[in-house]
């Protein structure tokens, strides 16, 4: 009985303690700092030099791996900052403190932080704290699942900023930075060359910390390229550095690094010696880092709250000193009862207090991903908006061009101009493809792209998507063949547009790089059954080929693959195969690319379609003869000038009769008054545009066929178009033959007076 008091003091003393441990920890550590004081009435240069020790003390915390602490007093810190309005202090504890929410994965908040500096530095062009602020940025990257990439940039760009500010240590931890992504990532040669780049900075800096971190790399370059003994001997200087200063992470990854350095010696007695070493420090992380999240999510509750449970503790602690004076046996078996109460109750609250924060969090995500979703669907009415008047504005403008060059071309009279508008409508073509690359990416990206299946014969289709390309053909002295194998199917059913789009892009691309050499397109059977196919295409040339580390950027949007000179010799948006890949993607096949410096380069994809029945085989389209637009009447609506007089022409060359309305008001007027056979009606017009124009003409007049002409992409306008009566759709600038197979088509008897359905 003489030993029950002191065993429930003992328990008491246990239990405080554990409970204690993590709620006191920062708290105790700070009061064990000398920091200068403060109070309401304290002077700017004590507030100061109160933030400096503060910062100085917080940095120190971060390399030890303990992070409670930093994040109670950084929100000291900052408000101190803000009061004496200082952006440098702001910038300084937001940097701190947001680098350590990375530690404890609150990379959320610790954006925040970043980004509020950088906007700050930006509106007072703070060059020095933009730099800072874009570094910590990357720092936020890399600790972001699939963002690596963007970091390794931005640390490359920082670097290049601080080389122009003469900031050695912003250098030295961007060069630093990169290289250790470039470690994980294996890639020797850009290791190679950030290590060195740091460690052209590092002699410059006295700081262990930076010296630890910077052996940690050699060692694993060393590692990399299968030097053990180097790599443990900056294993070891590293080890002896981050010891020397209590650096968790510095110590445990040297000892990692040791270990993969004893393995290529196959050292197995050394490693079980430093495994034990590397498990104790891990061990001590992992307890530590548990400890110190719990504390850190604490603090992020409420710091005056916390205070006063520490205060309360204090005082429960100083009650029961008092209280284990008195050796009686029936107190201490009450107190035995009042802990047990307290454990029961502090859990309890506890667990509230988590649930509340989930709660908290959770509606705070939820805000967040509706506003998300709104500014997103507020993106993409915009982008379809911008691209529908990119579309307008620069097609109206080329259709003329282009119609008028076309013209002109065919003026004998003109002939010794030929080559100057070959090359005025070369450069309008030029522009227009390129407008059409940028509305492409759009309506893949936007899934408008057109998904209408037709019947199609492969080999012709293959035939005249090669013979476009005899000009350029011709120019650069090359060959190109077709080879289809005798198992595919000649007559298909899919969509013939993206296939034609896919071909295109890439014949063209192997027509424009190869020159005096050879190029092919094959096609073969892959797998078959009743009615489907699943071809495989191969378009190869002889070209100069593209570097092994450039495949991987060719699919990417605007890039584009210099010459071997360093010259950009072709032109163009870099969409093109872009294009490709999406469209595969679309067709839900896949694509890729080889290629050889000097001999060329191959590319591959593959598209299931379906095999075209005999009914759709036989299908054969009708013969149009442009003979048959003689004399026809046709009512031209159309209020630019200049695509007026190109429109007249194109008609008048196949002896059509045209009148000319300048709007739709006019064109409502002159068909009730007059008789045509057809109307061009454009779109987008004064006084009345072209939809309520055809409203009104189809009131009392529901035969006549009516054609739109428009330069916005069909997929924007085409139910307004259909819906309001039209028949057809033209889109400007056209190709000629095209246009008069449109107008002869709608001019047909079974066609005319037959409306299109709506798409």
């Given amino acids: 009985m003489k030993t029950l008091p002191h065993i429930v003091c003992l328990l008491y003393f246990f239990v405080l303690t554990s409970m204690h441990a993590k709620t006191e920890y920062a708290h105790d550590f700070i009061n064990s700092k000398q920091l200068p004081k403060i109070s309401k009435d304290s002077t700017q240069v004590e507030l100061i030099a109160h933030i400096d020790s503060v910062l100085v003390w917080m940095k120190e915390e971060h390399y030890k791996f303990n992070f409670a602490s930093p994040l109670i007093y950084g929100e000291e810190a900052l408000l101190l900052a803000g009061k004496i309005n200082d952006k440098t202090y702001l910038h300084k504890t937001r940097s701190i403190l947001g680098n350590i929410m990375l530690r404890v994965k609150d990379t959320a908040n610790a954006k925040g932080l970043f980004l509020n500096s950088l906007k700050d530095a930006e509106v007072a062009n703070d060059s020095i704290i933009i730099l800072a602020s874009k570094g910590n940025l990357a720092n936020a990257y890399y600790y972001t699942d699939g963002y690596k990439h963007k970091a390794i940039a931005s640390y490359i760009d920082g670097a290049e900023i601080a080389k122009r500010l003469n900031d050695t240590t912003r250098v030295f931890t961007m060069h630093h930075n990169a290289s250790r992504i470039f470690i994980e990532n294996g890639d020797i040669e850009n290791s190679k060359y950030h290590i060195g780049e740091s460690a052209k900075y590092l002699q410059y800096l006295d700081n262990p910390f930076f010296k630890s971190s910077q052996l940690r790399n050699e060692g694993m370059l060393y590692v990399l390229l299968n030097q053990p003994d180097k790599a443990i001997e900056r294993f070891k200087e590293n080890i002896k550095i981050a010891e020397s200063k209590e650096m968790m992470d510095g110590i445990i990854e040297g000892y990692q690094g040791y270990i993969q350095a004893l393995e290529f010696k196959k050292d197995y007695k050394t490693i079980y010696e430093i495994s034990k070493k590397l498990k104790f420090y891990t061990d001590k992380k992992e307890k530590d880092e548990d400890n110190q999240t719990i504390e850190a999510v604490k603090s992020r509750i409420n710091v005056d709250r916390y205070k006063e449970q520490i205060k309360s503790k204090e005082l429960e602690k100083e009650l029961f000193e008092h209280q284990a004076e008195d050796r009686s046996v029936a107190l201490f078996i009450v107190l035995g009862v009042l802990i047990f109460i307290s454990i029961i109750f502090v859990q309890t609250y506890k667990s509230s207090i988590k649930r509340k924060i989930l709660i908290k969090h959770l509606e705070v995500k939820n805000a967040q991903y509706l506003e998300a979703k709104m500014q997103s669907d507020e993106l993409i009415k915009s982008k379809a908006k911008f691209f529908a008047t990119v579309s307008h504005e620069l097609r109206t403008p080329l259709y003329g061009v282009i119609g008028l060059s076309s013209i002109l071309l065919e003026d004998k009279e003109l002939k010794k101009h030929e080559n100057d508008l070959k090359s005025l409508k070369f450069s309008a073509n030029y522009l227009l493809a390129l407008v059409n690359d940028l509305l492409h990416i759009n309506k893949i990206d936007n899934n408008s792209f057109t998904k209408e299946d037709v019947t199609f014969n492969i080999e012709g289709l293959s035939s005249t998507i090669i013979s476009s390309f005899e000009y350029i053909r011709v120019q650069h002295e090359n060959n190109i063949e077709i080879t289809i194998s005798k198992d595919v199917p000649l007559i298909l059913k899919g969509n013939s547009v993206r296939l034609s789009q896919i071909l295109m892009n890439l014949v063209g691309n192997a027509c424009k790089f190869t020159e005096k050499g050879l190029i092919s397109l094959g096609i073969k059977t892959l797998t078959q059954s009743d009615d489907t196919v699943k071809l495989q295409f191969i378009v190869r040339d002889t070209g100069p080929g593209i570097e092994q580390h450039r495949l991987k950027e060719i699919f990417n949007e605007f890039t584009q693959i210099d010459s071997g000179s360093g010259s950009r010799m072709y032109q163009g948006t870099g969409l093109g195969l872009p294009i490709v890949k999406k469209l595969v993607e679309q067709g839900k096949g896949t694509i890729t690319a080889n290629s050889e410096i000097g001999k060329g380069t191959t590319f591959q994809f593959e598209l299931e379609m379906k095999v075209a029945s005999e009914s759709e085989k036989q299908y054969t389209a009708p013969i149009l003869d ?134």
């Fill in 626 to 759: 442009f003979k048959q637009l003689a004399k026809k009447r046709i009512l031209i609506v159309e209020d630019n000038r200049i695509n007026q007089t190109v429109t007249k022409r194109i008609l008048e060359q196949a002896e059509v009769l045209c009148e000319i309305a300048q709007n739709g008001e006019e064109a409502v007027a002159l068909s009730k008054q007059f008789s045509y056979d057809l109307i061009l009606m454009d779109i987008n017009m004064p006084v009345k545009n072209g939809i309520d124009a055809t409203r009104e003409i189809r009131e009392f007049n529901k035969f006549i066929p009516i054609i739109a002409l428009t330069a916005v992409e069909i997929e924007e306008q085409k139910y307004q178009i259909f819906e309001c009566g039209m028949n057809d759709i033209i889109l400007k600038p056209y190709d000629i033959d095209l246009f008069k197979k449109t107008i002869i088509a709608n001019l047909s008897p079974q066609a005319k007076g037959e409306l299109r359905k709506l798409a």
